[in-house]
């Protein structure tokens, strides 16, 4: 196969020739070469998964009790950037792994040069490091450890012992910039940045056998980090930003006195502060935290059930892409249980379009 230059100057890889064009046609500019490298790039990035990065801003957000606001919308930015970096490095570490193991993959493939795929790398750093100091100081100083955790993974820690943690480690730093951004605070954050943290270290783990397949532990085991994870997020009183608590003065509300010294009042009426629907975003947040959280554990179970009993490569990569797709899902839950309803709902939209964008480019 020889390359040869279109009417258009760009390369094309079609083994014959193109048809020439007869008396007053006008040719048009059909240039694969331009396509192609559109899909390598794509395939490389794994654009599919950028659906679900915003949601870790977005959580980290509502956990803090603060609305989003533009300080947010640039930690979403800087996410998807440092995110983005983490995939060109990726494969730029390993690229001479996939030669053997992923041959098709863009840079052993050809279709992507390996300097290009490093320049992609350095420069989606750098603008993912601006856009967080753009956002303030909280932002910047924790996206530095974020951009430091993803190199540091993709060069040195991910066949390691320690490379799941360093990967669950980089989730829970980027729900924590979008607390950050939005609030100048990240310590409310902490809880939702563990539990989203420990999802990311078992698919992680999965995703180490899933080019040659192994153990069925690793699947078993994420399956029961589901469970557990269902279980902790859907806990009463678990999550939820600490707004509206009564001060701690010491002192009870004039009702509760009433109630413990046996006194009504005399209409007849229940207090207030009793009534089923004072508090009816409470019962709404948690029927949505539950329908996620169920939407959740019903992305993943089944993969990592099916890669348990059989943990040959096509079971283990579909275990895996489930683990990715469920982040979304993960991320909205624990967004509706910090009484951010909209917010929540915005998230889990962005789960249909990454399974739909899924089929087309692979999140693996």
Known sequence: MTLREDPCGCPDETPTAAPRATAGDTPPCACPGRSHRGRAWAELLRLPALFSVPGDALAGAAATGASPNTRTLLAIASSLCLYEAGMALNDWADRDVDAVERPQRPLPSGR??????LTAACALTGAGLALAAGAGRPALAVAAPLAAT????????????????????????DLLLGAAATSGSTRPALPSAALLGTHTLAVTTVSRQEAQGGSPVPPLAALATTALLTRLVTRRGSGGPTRGRRPATGHRPATARRLATGHRPATGHRPAGLRADRFPGQDSGALLTTALTAAYAATTARPYFHATLNSSPPLTQ????????????LQAALTARSRS???ALLIAALAPL???FAKKVSVT
């Open 354 to 356: 990454g399974a739909r």
């Open 150 to 173: 993803v190199w540091a993974y993709d060069l040195g820690l991910k066949h390691t012992p320690a490379g799941p943690v360093a990967m669950g480690t980089a989730r829970g730093l």
């Open 318 to 329: 579909r275990a895996v892409g489930a683990g990715i797709r469920a982040t979304i899902p």
């Open 341 to 343: 309803t909209a917010t």
């Open 112 to 117: 992507i040069r390996p300097a290009a795929a």
